[in-house]
């Protein structure tokens, strides 16, 4: 059974940074990401990996950083110079691009202060 469990989400002030983990298991993903869902909003791709290539959404570009362990079939987000506008839940996307398949986490909430 896949889980996909994330954590790292919280308040912060804008400026600040945060750090967001997401644990797979179950099964081996070659390709894992991170989207983001803000109210009333569809939900958009924040960063993705797939071997040795990310990419990133325009708006993050610069400021967030993700990162894989494939030892420990973990992705990463450090997400650095916070803004208002990146106040969202955050939810980990596990892809099987050979089986078509895709698995979300539940979700974690960033809130970024003025």
């Known amino acids: 059974q896949v889980q996909l469990v994330e954590s790292g989400g919280g308040l912060v002030q804008a400026g600040g940074s945060l750090r967001l983990s997401c644990a797979a298991s179950?099964?081996?993903?070659?390709?894992m990401g991170w989207y983001r869902q803000a109210p009333g909003k569809q939900r958009e791709l924040v960063a993705i990996?797939?071997?040795?290539?990310?990419n990133y959404a325009d708006s993050v570009k610069g400021r967030f950083t993700i990162s894989r362990d494939n030892a420990k079939n973990t992705v990463y987000l450090q997400m650095n110079s916070l803004k208002p506008e990146d106040t969202a839940v955050y939810y980990c996307n596990a892809r099987q691009t050979w089986a078509l398949k895709d698995y979300w986490g539940q979700g974690t909430q960033v809130t970024v202060s003025s």
């Open positions: 179950g099964s081996i993903f070659n390709v």
């Open positions: 990996t797939s071997g040795d290539s990310t």
